[in-house]
DNA sequence: GCTATAATCGGAGGTGCCTCCGTTTTTGAA
DNA sequence: TTCAAAAACGGAGGCACCTCCGATTATAGC
């Protein structure tokens, strides 16, 4: 939040009894894919007139499909959610399982890496609509769940822990200090965590 | 924080070999007590350039003595902590011990009832600087325990609580949720807190 | 294809943020 | 008292936020 006096917003997305015009729903599309780049580069407050700009529409327009920053903010990191969780699919058909995970993994600190810029708007999203959170965090736990299971299944890592162990640890890996060598850090700690799932599993490595 | 893609700042305040020139003492002191007011009005983005003017100085003149909004919101806030905790010796010359930790612990109430407006740039400065947080806090809970160590010592209260617990119970009232009637419920609650207290200590009531 | 109309666009405008720097004031040493 | 240097003042300027509403355009029924 920037501007000083304004009251509250309270405007939620109303449920479009028709579907939007054509015309809409490409430029909104087109912002929310501007939008992610945004985030990503310059942090939770980049510039809307910018990303108006570049979507190639009026600022007027973005105000319209997103009444606030945390709306877009929210599109566009439940947009981000979904495509790791897809991921998740997309990599158990094509590889090992145990490598499927790996990746995924890696993934998941890749992604959380472009979230920390726009801490602070989840924050204050997290405040207003919680809801949002548990649709998205149960989703992440669910993709974990079926990644870790085939490959307990598998054989290819132990089977004495489980998928909400290890989203412990990942959490952990959100919530450690924002240092510069932050993300390489993590990416060794998830190798480390594939490693030790690895040791001691029925199938020999 | 607004500004979008403004670097963060580090600006401290730098000690002073010099005292204050006399006008520049004069004008922050002025914009210390305006802000007070405006904080307390409109929330903790009351805008800064009505603050300048109300205090009669440019925007220049705020900005140079506090480089940042939360600058200036910590003043306030200590200068408020402060002043809360000196009333409290205040309060304990002139009336009874559990009169006056009956009375303190209202205004307790009523304090952070102007605070809650201002809890986002609060938490931001929570982030960057907790240690004003630990002197503050330190300094409420040293003012409340001489209150209930002499109210103990008195008789007009129950010896079996300290002021930790106390304090506890006046932790809740601060995050208890934003309802419309949460003064008048808080000060409700202090009532019988002080009821509680006053319940089976040695001198009757 | 044509048109009425509902939906959407888009940018001007008012406000706030923060910085920068020329001008003014205070200070203290002579 | 005088005056040069140091300190402080203050507002213009550039950018961003968000709202409002006249102009534009897609859509549905003919």
Redesign the pocket.
Known sequence: ??????AP?EAREAK???P?????S???DKLVEVAGHAFAEKGG??????IARQA??????L???F???EHLVEIVYRREVEGLCAAADELARHNAPDAALAEWMQRFVDYIAAKRGMANSLRILFNANSEVFANTSGMVAHALRKLVDAAVSDGSIRSDINSADLLQALSGIYSAPDTPDWREQSRRLVSLLMDGLRWGARKAM
């Open positions: 939040m920037r501007k000083g006096t304004s917003k479009p009894i028709r939007l015009r054509a015309d809409a490409r430029n909104r407050n980049a510039s809307l007139e910018d190639g529409v009026g600022i007027g327009t105000y319209r499909h009444p606030t920053r």
